[in-house]
């Protein structure tokens, strides 16, 4: 596995959020941000929090092998720590991969051959635990039939797959077994100590519809429910392969499918039982023909407080542009009225000539929605949108309501979630060239940037999330944990921000000469000309002082006096790139080499 650390200077990385600044947040990880990345395509990202500080982010890589050439679903946990820097004792060097578990033949020449692991959903339990659910083809040895077994997997806190948890072939219990069988699970969810239920979808010669199944603890079947540790809810004519499945504000479960040809959303609700809630659309079954699916893919499903979000494809809107459509419903079956346009909302995106795909959605703690995209137009280009709870645009939210998060060369599309109770906002998602990205937004600067005005210093920092502490000449100053602080003595003032959650610090320092109402620093200093590829000329310096050149790894390229009379600094030596040039007594200043 390979990692990219990207830095970019931080003052230039501000946006809007809810209103106020959103600043990349400098403190997690590396200057705010981690990115993994992957050779192939990524698809499917899940944020997960673990109770013991953790972050996990679950996602789908699908690799190419060959010749002959074939695709794999390769599914994988990356595993970072509170901070969100890469945590190596998860797993192998951070990183779990589910293929390599699983003995599976992906070259074989079976019928099996093209019918490889498909994993549905995820999930994850307070304790760490990370579920995978799915199907898997099984090679059926009296006939050598590829039957499609549910697959249950799951992964301990440190990313080991637990061995000790046995899972039994459901499709070993249908009576049609040896004519033709399709079982998968398209959900898992741990019960505590209860074990766990799992629905999914089961076909065969005479029937075909939901299947619900209870296991214990360790994985076998419970077979207290339903005498068997299985039910079956026989529906006909549905597009099957394709369930979305998750758990409504009642503790019921909401399965969202299309009919057979794709044309038109189906929603089912079903209690945890496997019994259809009848007062749920039509005896549990809710058809909204008034609504075009748009195909088999980028489908979603969230529960937005009472509500039902269903967000499906693109389609083409009256000005010619493509769309992200998302339709509401109420917790009864029925069309949200009160939601967008008629319980429609319509997110214009890209035009209708350019290829483009929604990488996930995340309901946030406002019930406002997260909508992280990629879009394939004079090259590749990603956005995060976020929405009101009544569907239309949060204009007070980034630029007009999209946050486009640059990161060199590489933009970013964040499609799932985690607010921390500070107001910090972690946002896992994919980049345009499909490396995975964890990073930590702040509605504050978190960047210590001294300034002065007359005798009182203020640390630059507006972000309630940090710790404040003043130095004078190395000594800490008592109850100095204010944003300003007034100059009683000449020397060396430090600030120092600490981050709440102890992912480290970060300073500047000031020194004080004089202790008047006309320091130095307030000197009518200019550089010029900048950008140059040889000399800067420091402009209305009074006195002589030092100075250092960094370069954006913080490490020092070149240093010297300058004064009055000698005021020139050559930098034809650097290479060209971006530096930060400091004085002794101010704030540094940004020159490009070129």
């Known amino acids: 596995m390979k990692y990219i650390f990207a830095l970019k200077l931080l003052l230039l990385m501000n946006f809007t959020l809810m209103g106020q600044s959103l600043f990349i947040d400098s403190l997690f990880s590396n200057n705010g941000f981690e990115i993994v990345s992957f050779d192939n395509q990524l698809s499917n990202i899940e944020l997960f929090k673990s109770n013991q500080g953790d972050y996990r982010i679950v996602g789908l890589d699908l690799l190419e092998f060959g010749p002959p050439f074939i695709h794999i679903e390769d599914y994988f946990i990356l595993g970072f720590d509170n901070c969100g820097k890469i945590d190596s004792n998860y797993a ?74 046995i899972y039994q072939d459901i499709s070993l219990f249908f009576d049609s077994l040896n004519i033709s069988c399709k079982a998968s699970y398209n959900y898992a969810e741990l019960l505590n100590n209860e074990g766990l239920l799992c629905i999914g979808q089961f076909s065969d010669e005479n029937e075909e519809g939901i ?9 076998n079947l419970d077979s207290t429910y339903n005498n068997v540790g299985f039910k079956k809810i026989n529906i006909a004519n549905l597009r099957f392969a394709e ?5 409504s504000s009642d503790d019921n479960y909401i399965i969202a499918t299309t009919d057979f040809n794709y044309t038109y959303p189906i929603f089912i609700k079903i209690d945890a039982g496997g019994e259809l809630v009848e007062s749920f659309g039509i005896n549990g079954v809710f058809t909204d023909t008034s609504t075009i699916v748009y195909g088999n893919s980028n489908r979603f499903i969230k529960i937005q407080g009472e509500k039902i ?12 542009y493509k769309t992200i459509s998302l339709v509401r419903y109420n917790n009864n079956g029925t069309s949200d009225s009160t939601f967008g346009s008629n319980g429609k909302a319509n997110v214009q995106v890209v035009q209708s000539s350019t290829a483009g795909k929604v990488i996930g959605i995340d309901i946030l703690n406002s019930n406002k929605i997260l909508l992280g995209y990629h879009q394939y137009w004079n090259g590749s280009y990603s956005s995060t949108l976020v929405l009101n709870e009544n569907g239309l645009i949060d204009t007070t939210f980034a630029t007009s309501g999209r946050l486009i998060h640059e990161v060199g060369d590489l933009s970013t599309a964040y499609g799932s979630a985690h607010e921390i109770i500070d107001g910090r906002l972690v946002l896992a998602g994919i980049t345009n060239n499909s490396n995975v990205i964890l990073s930590r937004f702040t509605e504050g600067n978190t960047i210590p940037n001294i300034t002065i005005d007359g005798n009182i210093l203020s640390s ?17 100053i008592e109850s100095s944990n204010d944003n300003n602080i007034e100059i009683t003595i000449p020397g060396e003032y430090v600030v120092v921000a600490n981050d709440l959650i102890d992912c480290g610090s970060k300073s500047d320092t000031l020194n004080i000469n004089t202790v008047n109402n006309s320091p130095k620093y307030l000197d009518d200093l200019t550089i010029s000309p900048n950008p140059s590829n040889s000399d800067l000329y420091i402009n209305s310096l009074k006195v002589s002082t030092d100075f250092i050149i960094y370069n954006l790894l913080g490490k020092i390229v070149k240093s010297g006096v300058v004064s ?31």
């Open 92 to 165: 192998t060097n951070g990183r779990f991969s589910l293929k390599d578990y699983l003995l599976i033949d992906y070259f074989s020449e079976s019928p099996c051959f093209s019918n490889y692991l498909h994993i549905e959903t995820y999930g994850s339990s307070s304790d760490g635990h990370i579920l995978f659910s799915g199907t898997l083809p099984v090679e059926y040895p009296t006939n050598s039939l590829c039957l499609f077994s549910p697959l249950i997997a799951k992964v301990q806190p440190n990313g080991e797959l637990d061995t000790n948890f």
């Open 211 to 219: 299947l619900i199944v209870k296991h214990q603890p360790n994985g």
């Open 243 to 247: 369930l979305d499945i998750i758990k």
């Open 309 to 320: 979000i269903f967000v499906h494809g693109y389609s083409i809107d009256i000005d010619g």
């Open 460 to 476: 630059g920092i507006t972000s309630n999330s940090i710790e404040i502490q003043w130095y004078i000449n190395g000594e800490l």
């Open 564 to 594: 009055s009379e000698n005021n020139r600094i050559n930098i034809s030596c650097l290479a060209n790139g971006i530096y930060l040039l400091r004085f002794d007594w101010a704030p540094a200043r940004m020159i490009i080499k070129n």
